[in-house]
T-cell receptor, first 108, second 115 residues
Framework: KNEVEQSPQNLTAQEGEFITINCSYS?????LHWLQQHPGGGIVSLFM???GKKKHGRLIATINIQEKHSSLHITASHPRDSAVYIC??????????FGTGTSLTVIP | ETGVTQTPRHLVMGMTNKKSLKCEQH?????MYWYKQSAKKPLELMFV???????ENNSVPSRFSPECPNSSHLFLHLHTLQPEDSALYLC??????????????FGPGTRLTVL
């Protein structure tokens, strides 16, 4: 069993829809990262958070440390949001664990 | 432009070849990483260097040999690879501070095919 589980694995949405991607983890963490990977391979770090909530444009990330759960929300989704979203955690021993990713397709 | 560059972007090599992947960061970071990404699998962290010292080697076969001559450059030397080593190899860098590792910045990756 992977230390980091994401759901759903695949997601298709209509342009403008509100999207939620979930991440659950089983280890004690010092930080959680949300990464975005576009076709072609390049990865961009979207958020690093250890508590509460962060917002950047149409993207919102939340984390509940007690429940070991994080969500990534995209408001007013757009086709350019189509990518793979990866949840990664850094445990208290400075080790990284990665989810398998959620593949998002936003249809115009 | 993320400030982390990787060369080459694509590499095809035979099992008996020796090749090297190069990563360079222009962000003033003090930690660098090599990752392997195979199809349908999570990102796999291969090596971590802090201040040029290797701090993690996650059971990576010896046919992969990292080198970090300074905090801005990272190499991955490849020798007698297997076809199952074909994957996207990603380099990343970050700052390591008192509270641990900070946000990572990734390079575009090298798509490696081993014939």
């Amino acid at each position: 069993k992977n230390e980091v589980e994401q759901s759903p694995q695949n997601l298709t949405a209509q342009e403008g829809e509100f999207i939620t991607i979930n991440c659950s983890y089983s280890v004690g963490i010092s930080a959680l990262h949300w990464l975005q990977q576009h076709p072609g391979g390049g990865i961009v770090s979207l958020f690093m958070l250890s508590s509460g909530k962060k917002k950047h444009g149409r993207l919102i990330a939340t984390i509940n440390i007690q429940e070991k759960h994080s969500s990534l929300h995209i408001t007013a989704s757009h086709p350019r949001d189509s990518a793979v979203y990866i949840c990664a955690v850094l445990n208290t021993g400075n080790q990284f664990y990665f989810g398998t990713g959620t593949s998002l397709t936003v249809i115009p | 432009e993320t400030g982390v560059t990787q060369t080459p972007r694509h590499l095809v090599m035979g099992m008996t070849n020796k090749k090297s992947l190069k990563c360079e960061q222009h962000l003033g970071h003090n930690a660098m990483y090599w990752y392997k990404q195979s199809a349908k699998k999570p990102l796999e962290l291969m090596f971590v260097y802090n201040f040029k010292e290797q701090t993690e080697n996650n059971s990576v076969p010896s046919r992969f040999s990292p080198e970090c001559p300074n905090s801005s450059h990272l190499f991955l030397h490849l020798h007698t690879l297997q076809p199952e080593d074909s994957a996207l190899y990603l380099c990343a860098s970050s700052l390591l501070g008192p509270a641990g590792y900070n946000e990572q910045f990734f390079g575009p990756g090298t798509r490696l095919t081993v014939l």
